[in-house]
C-alpha cells in the first residue's frame, strides 16, 4: 500500500484567508455599517445609545460637554458655575492662530481679545464648534475666586 502525500496549498490558502479576515473585521457587525445595535439583556430599551450622543472632543470643557448632554441643563448649570440662559451658555472660545470666529454656531459675542472670544454659544452648538479647524478650545470664562 503506497501512501501519497497531500498537497499542502489548499489548507494554508484557508488558513490564511481566514486570518486575512480576522484581521480586516470582514463579517464583523463592526465594520458592517448597515448593522443595528441591539440592547444587552441587562440594558433597559429606553437607555440611550452611544450614537445617540455625540462623544466629547478634547478642546471642549468637562462642564461645557456634560451640560450639552445633560437632561436638565438648568439645574446642571448654576452648582457647576455655568451661565445658562435660554438655551445658551457663557463661554470663551480659543481661536488658531490668525483664524477667525467661525459661522453658524449661534454665537453672541461680548468681548474679543487676541484670539479669545468671549460669548453666548448656543448648547447644541457646542461640540461643533469645539471640532471647528479655527477652534482650539472652548471652556467656561474665568471668574475671580475669593481669599
Not at 471640532?131 to 475671580?144: K, Q, W
Amino acid at each position: 500500500m503506497t501512501c501519497r502525500a497531500r498537497d499542502p496549498l489548499p489548507p494554508l490558502l484557508a488558513v490564511g484567508l481566514v486570518l486575512l479576515a480576522g484581521c480586516t473585521g470582514w463579517g464583523s457587525p463592526i465594520s458592517d455599517p448597515t448593522a443595528t445595535t441591539r440592547a444587552s439583556p441587562t440594558q433597559s430599551p429606553t437607555a440611550t445609545t452611544a450614537a445617540a450622543t455625540p462623544s466629547r472632543p478634547p478642546d471642549l470643557d468637562r462642564r461645557l460637554y456634560d451640560l450639552a448632554t445633560a437632561e436638565n441643563r438648568t439645574a446642571y448649570a448654576d452648582p457647576h458655575g455655568l451661565v445658562y440662559e435660554d438655551g445658551s451658555v457663557q463661554a470663551v472660545i480659543e481661536l488658531a492662530g490668525g483664524r477667525a470666529l467661525p459661522d453658524g454656531y449661534g454665537v453672541t459675542v461680548e468681548l474679543r481679545r487676541d484670539g479669545l472670544v468671549q460669548g453666548f454659544v448656543a448648547v447644541d452648538d457646542l461640540v461643533g464648534l469645539a471640532r471647528h479647524e479655527n477652534v482650539t478650545a472652548v471652556r467656561p470664562p474665568s471668574r475671580p475666586q475669593p481669599t
